[in-house]
């Protein structure tokens, strides 16, 4: 079955004229991504060219998926809402709840048990508002969308960063905040400045060793974790044909590392086969009358410099395997040098588990591709050195290659296969021993691996690299080991090279599924009653934040400056505080106990300027807020890198905090934290960063007067009398501001229904 192939269908049909009114005003060929764009603004047809890097532009996606970590947030706003059923195709997954200890049946069974309350309202309100529903265990959401509802030159946007993964189907997909995806289900339009792009020409074509990671991990390294904020990467070549299509995924899913708003490829071969493998040959029927449309033109692709604001090419035929860490995921290191970045840095190189899995790496090519390897292993009588696990993507997937025998390879080598969830990846993961915190060295195919991430150990040592590499390096139980070069020993003492991997792109047979989790909603889901019980310890109601009063702040107190890295995880963190994501009081007693106070070098040590004496950040933010006191909070670069959880930005806003000022943002968090209704800014001078110090008090001078374009000025007190006045800088509109004023995006909404 094709899902919402009507929608599709109208999406293709107004292509040609609006590509057409795009060319009238840009006056010159264009990117995919320009194609995209123009062909889904929310005025239909474009009348001006936007300004790269500049322009708020209204958009108007196509569809919008949430997972169960995010959803519960986004549609106890949406319930505020006032609305009937969302206005544009949506789906929820529950994917993010699942936790990873003895394997699939076991875990899913506990984790129906222990979140039953969350998945009941998940699938009660799905149903009532028209919104489809993968259960637990049908796999992870960006999977599952690619799978199914991801099609070329479309446009969607989802409550997850790695959204960006249906870019590996040709589109503009795009992470946000729930308060993003409430505004979009409610039928309106989506804004986000219009992106700068990136062009990226990949040349000659994967070998060996070498797979789709290895160029996003290279993407990392060249770029880091803040080089594609603001930017769309466009992806192109003969080198980008030869991909295929869940390799594609793949690249586009990293793409969230660099902190790009997105990635995407142009319509091609791949797709088609992808499609029609997943059952959809009507997607590719409808895709090919307009594929002209469905990739960037000609010009622009041979003479990229012209049309695009930076370029970058790698050539696939030289591309070594990569492994990027530790705990971040661009630090990039070619295999061949690992052994000796390894012992020059002292990270352990004992490797004690390999994980194959995530939304980045899970597709049936990523595992026949790992279990290839495996199985050569087996074949010469080698046991593995480390532990094995593996999380498929769906499942469509786990169906398929339990058919297949990859499963059976991997359990040969005693590999826990886990539930089609997220798992490790989000800290689900009951990892025996990870309390003692020893210092140890992990492999794994996810995107991300900051620090405590997987196993919540500080001392866990957590490296990406791709699924095979994972297998090479696990089985060899060590660090520096190169596949590529370096033999392996049985218990007799033969040894014996590895053999490149190789694995089938899509299934010969055919995919297959029995169940594949999916419950599609009421037609008329007015009747169904959403209960939250008041003493839900998972789930609470929201209510409106306060209105602004119209004045300056003044007398505000430094709840904490932040040194360093600073990512959604340290804001608010995963694993254990994962069961608190429908509950906005509980899970704001998780505010910024993972940041680095500047002060005293610690984590969730901070001093309470009323009593004078240390306490954990959210504990000293609540001693202000029944205190009636103003706050701030300071952060350095990239502040908020990571995820799209917009808990980040409801807590402190919950708890009272009045701005975050900071050197620089990830994109997605400013955006939440405009959104509700907190001052998101940022030094003009970065190193009035320094001025700040830990009993300083804080008064906007000119906060009455907030207006686009204009700085905002803040005047610093110190304790010996003097006082620094900094200028910061905003990018709000005029729309953001009023969302300030009124308290939040979701206010404004409300007053509006009214
Ligand atoms: C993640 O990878 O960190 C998550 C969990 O998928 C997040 C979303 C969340 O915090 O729920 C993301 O990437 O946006
Ligand atoms: Fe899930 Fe990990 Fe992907 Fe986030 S990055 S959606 S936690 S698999």
């Known amino acids: ?89 949506s789906t929820v997954h529950a994917d993010h709840l699942i936790q990873a200890r003895v394997g699939a049946s076991k875990d899913l069974q506990d984790s129906l048990n222990q979140n039953n309350e969350v998945f009941n309202f998940l699938s ?32 969607m946007i989802g409550t997850d960063s790695h959204t960006v993964n249906a870019g590996g189907l040709g589109m503009v997909a795009i992470g946000v905040g729930g308060a993003d995806a409430v505004d979009v289900m409610a039928g309106m339009a989506w804004e986000l400045k219009f992106p700068k ?61 660099i902190g790009a708003t997105t990635s995407t490829f142009g319509y091609d071969d791949s797709m088609r086969r992808y ?40 050539n696939l035929s030289e591309l070594e395997p990569h492994i990027n860490g530790p705990f971040t995921p661009d630090r990039g290191t070619p295999v061949s040098k690992m052994r000796e970045e390894a ?61 297949d025998g990859i499963l059976a390879d991997f359990e040969k080598m005693g590999t826990k296969v886990f539930t089609n969830a997220c798992g490790p990846c989000i800290g689900q993961w009951d990892r025996e ?6 210092k140890n060295t992990i492999v794994h195919s996810f995107n991300r691996n900051f620090s405590k991430r997987a196993d919540g150990n500080p001392n866990t040592h957590a490296f990406v690299t791709s699924p095979e590499m994972v297998a090479a390096l696990a089985i060899a139980g060590n660090l520096g080991f190169n596949p590529l070069t370096d033999t392996l020993t049985n218990a007799e003492g033969k040894s014996f090279k590895l053999t490149p991997p190789v694995g089938d792109e899509l299934p010969t047979k055919g995919f297959a599924v029995e169940d594949n989790g999916y419950q599609a909603p009421a037609a008329d889901g007015s009747a169904v009653n959403i209960i939250v019980a008041p003493d839900s310890q998972r789930l609470q109601l929201l209510e409106n934040f306060p209105v602004w009063n119209g004045k300056n702040i003044t007398d505000a ?24 994501r429908g509950h906005l009081d509980n899970i704001s007693n998780n505010l910024l106990i993972g940041a680095e106070n500047a002060f005293n070098g610690k984590a969730n040590e901070v001093k309470n300027q009323l009593t004078g004496s240390y306490g954990e950040v959210p504990a000293v933010q609540r001693a202000y807020k029944a205190a009636g006191i103003a706050s701030i909070v300071v952060g350095d670069h990239n502040y908020g890198e ?46 009035d960063y320094d001025k700040i110090h830990e009993n300083d008090l804080f008064d906007f001078i000119d906060l009455e007067s907030f207006a686009p374009e204009k700085p905002l000025t803040l005047r610093i007190r110190h304790e010996n009398g003097t006082h620094d006045d900094i200028i910061l800088n905003h990018t709000y509109n005029q729309s953001q501001i009023e969302w300030f004023k009124a308290g939040s995006a979701l206010n404004l909404i409300k007053l509006m229904e009214n």
């Open 1 to 89: 079955m094709v899902f919402d192939i009507d929608m599709i269908k109208r999406v293709y049909a107004n292509y040609p004229e609006r590509i057409n009114a795009a060319r009238q005003v840009l006056n010159k060929p264009l990117t995919l991504t320009e194609k995209i764009l123009y062909a889904h603004l929310w005025d239909e047809k474009a009348t001006s060219a936007f300004e790269r890097g500049k322009s708020y532009v209204d958009f108007a996606p196509d569809r919008v998926a949430m997972q169960d970590a995010t959803a519960q947030m986004a549609l106890l706003q949406f319930m505020q809402a006032g609305k009937k059923r969302v206005a544009v195709p």
């Open 124 to 155: 009660s309100i799905s149903n009532k508002y028209g919104i489809g529903f993968w259960k637990p265990g049908a796999g992870i959401i960006h999977q599952v969308v690619l799978e199914n509802y991801a099609f070329p030159g479309g446009m």
């Open 197 to 257: 792009l990136i062009g990226i020409k990949l040349t000659g074509k994967l070998n060996g060793w070498t797979s789709a990671k290895d160029v996003i991990l290279k993407v990392a390294d060249i770029l880091t974790v803040k080089g594609g904020t603001g930017c769309i990467v466009e992806y192109f070549g003969e080198g980008a044909q030869a991909l295929s299509c869940t390799g594609k995924g793949t690249i586009c899913n990293m793409g969230a590392e």
């Open 275 to 314: 499609l029609i493998a997943t059952g959809r040959q009507d997607v590719v029927d409808a895709a090919d009358v307009i594929a002209e449309h469905l990739t960037g033109d000609a010009e622009v692709y041979e003479n990229p410099k012209a049309y695009f604001d930076q370029i970058i090419e790698i």
């Open 343 to 403: 012992e020059k840095n002292g990270w352990p190189m004992d490797v004690e588990w390999g994980l194959i899995g995530s939304c980045t790496n899970s597709s049936y090519e990523d595992l026949a591709r790992a279990a290839s390897v495996v199985k050569q292993a087996v074949a010469n009588g080698i046991t593995p050195k480390a532990e094995f696990g593996i999380n498929p993507g769906s499942e469509q997937v786990r169906f398929t290659a339990e058919r």
């Open 433 to 438: 021993g990870a309390e003692k915190q020893e």
């Open 557 to 580: 107190k430094l709840l904490i400056k932040v040194k360093g890295k600073c990512t959604t995880d340290h804001i608010s963190m995963a694993g254990p505080w994962l069961k608190y």
């Open 642 to 687: 990571g995820s799209s959880r917009e808990h980040a930005a409801m807590e402190p806003r919950h708890l009272g905090v009045s701005a975050v000022i900071v050197k620089s943002f990830a994109r997605i968090h400013e955006t939440n934290l405009k959104k509700q209704g907190m001052l998101a800014l940022t030094f003009t001078d970065e190193a």
